[in-house]
């Protein structure tokens, strides 16, 4: 019976540089395309599925476009003007505001599009 661990090859140094060059891709930052790619390809998914939706009901049940897309501009238009959180709008006990600009001091211009 011959010695297997014998028939291996010898062991040999690493190149020079060998070990920098892995610790700098070890420590580089990760490429963050992955998470836009699946945003991407579930926003297509849905709005494939919404497409599908409306063109499998039957004609006289679909709503018109006009329709969907005054739906769809007031739902975006409600999320991009809703407070963004509860301690940004004014408290009932706050005292009042003595600015020159009263309105934009208002508790209901605290969207993420409000000025």
Do not use: C, H
């Amino acid at each position: 019976m011959s010695d297997w661990l014998g028939m291996g090859a010898a062991p040999r140094s690493p190149r020079s540089g060998m070990k920098e060059r892995v610790l700098a891709r070890a420590l580089t930052p990760q490429r963050r395309w992955s998470r836009r790619a699946l945003a991407i390809a579930a926003v297509l998914v849905l709005a494939l599925g919404a497409g599908g939706y409306w063109y499998m009901l039957p004609p006289n049940q679909r709503p018109p476009l006009g329709q969907i897309k005054n739906r769809v501009m007031s739902f975006v238009d409600g999320i991009l003007n809703t407070p963004v959180s509860k301690s940004a709008q004014t408290p009932q006990n706050a005292p009042a505001n003595n600015s020159k600009n009263p309105a934009s001091s208002s508790s209901e211009n605290t969207g993420l599009l409000s000025n």
